[in-house]
């Protein structure tokens, strides 16, 4: 069956950087495109940033422009995000989807990022 | 940006009610329209895409309308396992979820 399993969280110190990484499985990866989803403690989802099948089509949350980098290797299934320059207001769980043009269809259970001194 | 809205932002319903949730668009959107289901400590999970076409494995309780800016999300007859928070979520530019209504237990 379809699987998303992140890693990489913790706690960061403000103006530290993280590299968030997302094991994909049980679907053929490189017909996906893939996406980055946050939510803040007790908030809201907030779309992060997308990769196209084949690292094209590469967008961002103007929110996270400039200070984050999403990639892909499809050779090990996997997905990548990047964040530098943190702040207290990165602070949430961050969740690996499938799909990134319509819906998220596959989502997995989500690494909690912690930005604070 | 595109900027959604939904409304209400909580309710209390009792099993077996019909329960309505709206999601405005600042902008057209067509039917570009997806709802999820988020239950506390998980992942959402897709319910409803292109405003009104059932996921593969939702129950058919579940519906949802609409098509430009004005969106409505219908449960026919709310199970104990609805209890949950949904969101609403456009991908016309480029995605955008709503802030979500809490379905609490009456």
């Known amino acids: 069956q379809v699987q998303l399993v992140e890693s990489g969280g913790g706690l960061v110190k403000p103006g530290g950087s993280v590299r968030l990484s997302c094991a994909a499985s049980g679907f053929t990866f490189t017909d996906y495109c893939m996406s980055w989803i946050r939510q803040a403690p007790g908030e809201g989802l907030q779309w992060v940033a997308k990769?196209?099948?084949?690292?094209?089509?590469?967008s961002y949350a103007d929110s996270v422009k400039g200070r984050i980098t999403i990639s892909r290797d499809n050779a090990k299934n996997s997905l990548h995000l990047q964040m530098n320059s943190l702040r207290a207001e990165d602070t949430a769980v961050y969740y690996c989807?499938?799909?990134?043009?319509?819906?998220?269809?596959?989502w997995g259970q989500g690494t909690l990022v912690t930005v604070s001194s | 940006d595109i900027q959604m809205t939904q409304s209400p932002s909580s309710l209390s319903a009792s099993v077996g009610d019909r329960v309505t949730i709206t999601c405005q668009a600042s902008q057209d959107i067509n039917n570009h329209l997806n709802w999820y289901q988020q239950k506390p400590g998980k992942a959402p999970k897709v319910l409803i895409y292109d405003a009104s076409n059932l996921e593969t494995g939702v129950p058919s309780r579940f519906s949802g309308s609409g098509s430009g800016t004005d969106f409505t999300f219908t449960i026919t007859s709310l199970q104990p396992e609805d209890f949950a928070t949904y969101y609403c979520q456009q991908y016309e530019n480029p995605h955008t979820f709503g802030p979500g209504t809490k379905v609490h237990i009456k």
């Open positions: 990769v196209g099948c084949h690292d094209s089509a590469i």
């Open positions: 989807a499938r799909g990134g043009v319509k819906r998220f269809d596959a």
